[in-house]
């Protein structure tokens, strides 16, 4: 059998503010405490929430939900929520325990204070996606969510507004840098913060020189996972070759093509274990 040249990125898996947010999930459970609960899946893997649920660990999925506790611990999800719900937890007595990714935390202090100096907030990102609705939520003023170049020529707002323009955290890199360059084109008067987590620029950057070179390109993580959408778009640009898959099962319930080159990279929130299951499967059987 003609061994193959398999390429595993270096940046692929569980990025900083993921893992430290599992950790804090699992450290209750190790506690021995009854009644945990996180406020949305604590990251957008199926497999780790199925995990922590099989351990008494229950998902919040709305603030109703949440609304209804009388006691118990609430765990705050790395995506971040609105400071509403902060006061919600703190109103009900309940424990919070917050795994709000730094990068995260830091958009929030952002654009805080920049709203309340009386700038209009310019969220670039998926306006639907957990961590953009928390975003939204520690703003004070108007705010606007843009995804594309034509919502970015479409903006308008009044000539004397002043705008803080930020970034959700996993965003591609090169388009939130071509979305900006067209809000410049209006000359507002604005403050440009780049909010994209180092990380994944770097996980993008990677995955892209990967595809460059692989035939065949394999990207792992969760449907819902934001940031592995974008490794997957990116990847597809460079290679037409390219799977985008959430565990081993489903490589092996699609028609695979596994020719010269691999290439294997995974999203922030896909466990380690999964990605070495994919790797050894594609060594062994092609």
């Not at 929520?81 to 919600?88: A, F, K, S």
Request: glycine share 6%; hydrophobic share 35%.
């Amino acid at each position: 059998m003609e061994e193959r040249t398999i390429k595993v990125a270096k940046t692929a898996g569980f990025c900083f503010g993921v893992k430290r947010a599992v950790e804090k999930v699992y450290e209750q459970v190790e506690l021995g405490k009854e009644n945990i609960f996180t406020y949305g899946p604590i990251i957008h893997n199926e497999e780790v929430v199925a995990d922590l649920e099989s351990k008494g660990v229950r998902v919040l999925a709305s603030k109703e939900e949440l609304e209804m506790l009388r006691e118990g611990t609430v765990v705050i999800r790395s995506h971040g929520v609105p400071e509403e719900i902060y006061q919600l937890i703190e109103a009900k007595g309940l424990e919070c325990v917050d795994a709000t990714c730094p990068f995260v935390k830091k958009i929030h202090r952002i654009v805080e204070k920049e709203s309340d100096h009386g700038r209009h907030i310019i969220i670039i990102g998926n306006d639907k996606h957990p961590e953009v609705e928390g975003i939204k939520g520690w703003c004070h003023g108007p705010v606007t969510v843009i995804s594309d170049e034509e919502e970015a020529e479409n903006l308008a707002v009044l000539p004397e507004e002043k705008l803080c323009i930020v970034s959700q955290t996993t965003f591609n890199y090169n388009k939130f840098q071509e979305l900006v360059e067209i809000l410049e084109k209006k000359r507002y008067d604005r403050i440009v913060l780049n909010t994209i987590c180092s990380a994944t620029e770097e996980r993008q950057l990677e995955a892209r020189q990967i595809a460059c070179e692989a035939d065949t390109m394999i990207v792992i993580g969760g449907r819902h996972s934001s940031n592995t959408q974008k490794l997957y778009e990116i990847c597809r640009k460079e290679c037409k070759n390219t799977y985008y898959i959430q565990t081993l099962v489903d490589l092996d319930t699609r028609p695979f093509q596994c020719i010269g080159c691999v290439g294997i990279t995974a999203g922030a929130s896909t466990p380690n274990n999964i990605i070495e299951e994919v790797h050894k499967h594609v060594r062994i059987k092609f």
